[in-house]
């Protein structure tokens, strides 16, 4: 406690010194706060802009299916029972029906290959609320009821010189029945966010797919709509526990390597930016402590020639750069707190996929504050070794002749 005290009273000896250091490990605090902050908003409204406006959640697939060369010859039925179980999970918002199949797409002179994704629109906009994301200004959705509408990807729909109300062919074939053509009107298209689907990519109605493929009743997958994309992973492997080893569940990161890379990009820049920041702070306790430890040079060669054992010298110093970081880190995560808090209120405009502009609310945890607060003292803890053994090192007679 002798010690603690004399450290307390030490750091208000040169109050300009300390100001300086505290001020290093403030705005690093501060810093990784905000960033914390946006980057978690901006994380939050990726995710939500893939998964709530396309993707799903998580997916249940018949065993087998996401490794299979023939993915149709896994499909699973259209069950009430089955929904009624997967809606019975705790945190499921809500449940809809997919089917997934390629074929050729036709304007009567010329072919080429699509990918459509079947939904029902009266059950999808539950599961994925902004889906409207990736669709074109001006286009219409898909109408319940309306079996022979579909949405096409804008450059698909551009190199078979196809326009809104055109009617095109789509060519395809069920796993056990030969090839089948229907018709569709274009009532829309899909904004060109991503190349390789906007050339390839569609959307129907589930009937008609179903009229299609020869597959009545008949879906490849049921996409699962949460209340809290943070309870994704629980949610998941509830949802194992209860369907049982027949069916496998994927969460939106097992199917979208794309989006989860993006994901972990940011997550990696933002902890490279918050350790840059560290390092400048740590340095700057670094030089203040010795500058601490150079003046003071004489007094600490009367505390050695009194009887103050070198640790005892060593803990000293520890505990000034462990008081100055906390006390610093505590104001820098508070300042912190009260901007991401201020953002959080009025939001953050940015661009996001396919043109719109969304608004992001930044946020951050209590644990995120303690752990940056606990890391920054253990930051200034380190930073204080050099100079805490230096001082400590320092011999008597030596110390007292200086000037």
Not at 216 to 242: E, F, K, M, N
Not at 355 to 370: A, I
Request: include cysteine; proline fraction near 4%; charged fraction near 15%.
């Amino acid at each position: 406690m002798r010690l603690f005290l004399l450290a307390w009273r030490n750091l208000q000896r040169n109050r300009q010194r300390t100001v300086i250091s505290a001020l290093s490990v403030v705005l690093g605090v501060f810093a990784c706060v905000v960033l914390q902050g946006l980057a978690t908003a901006f994380v939050t409204s990726l995710i939500a802009a893939k998964v709530e406006s396309k993707l799903g959640a998580i997916h249940v697939f018949r065993k087998g299916y996401l490794q299979a060369d023939e993915p149709l010859n896994f499909s699973l039925p259209w069950d009430s029972d089955l929904v009624a179980r997967i809606q019975q999970v705790p945190g499921v918002k809500a449940v809809a029906p997919r089917m997934e199949f390629d074929g050729l797409i036709s304007n009567g002179s010329e072919a080429t290959m699509f990918q459509a994704t079947a939904i029902e629109p009266a059950l999808e906009d539950a599961v994925c609320p902004k889906r409207r994301i990736f669709v074109a200004e001006g286009s219409d959705g898909l109408r319940p009821g309306r079996h022979g509408d579909m949405l096409l990807g804008q450059t698909l729909a551009e190199s078979l010189g196809a326009a809104k109300g055109s009617t095109l062919v789509l060519q395809a074939a069920g796993p056990h029945a030969s090839t089948n053509a229907l018709d569709l009107e274009i009532r829309g298209f899909l904004r060109a966010v991503d190349f390789v689907e906007s050339t390839r990519s569609a959307v129907v109605p589930m009937q008609f797919a179903q009229d299609l493929l020869r597959m009545p009743g008949r879906v490849t997958s049921y996409a699962i709509g949460v209340h809290d994309l943070q309870r994704v992973d629980p949610i998941a492997r509830h949802l194992r526990a209860v369907l049982g080893d027949d069916y496998d569940v994927a969460t939106w990161d097992q199917l979208d390597a794309g989006t989860k890379m993006r994901v972990l990009t940011a997550q990696y820049t933002f902890f490279l930016v918050a350790l840059v920041l560290f390092l400048l702070a740590a340095s700057g306790i670094i030089n203040t402590m010795l500058m601490a430890v150079y003046e003071r040079v004489r007094e600490i060669g009367t505390m050695l020639s009194m009887g103050t054992r070198r640790i005892q010298i060593t803990i000293l110093f520890l505990w000034e750069a462990a008081l100055n970081g906390f006390l610093s880190a505590l104001c820098g995560a508070a300042l912190g707190y009260g901007v991401v808090s201020l953002l959080a209120v009025r939001g953050i405009q940015g661009p996001m996929a396919g043109g719109d502009v969304v608004t992001l609310y930044p946020r951050v945890g209590l644990s995120f504050l303690v752990g940056v607060v606990a890391c920054a003292v253990l930051g200034a803890i380190l930073a204080g070794l050099y100079p805490a053994w230096k001082a400590a090192r320092l011999r008597p007679v030596e110390a007292l002749s200086a000037t």
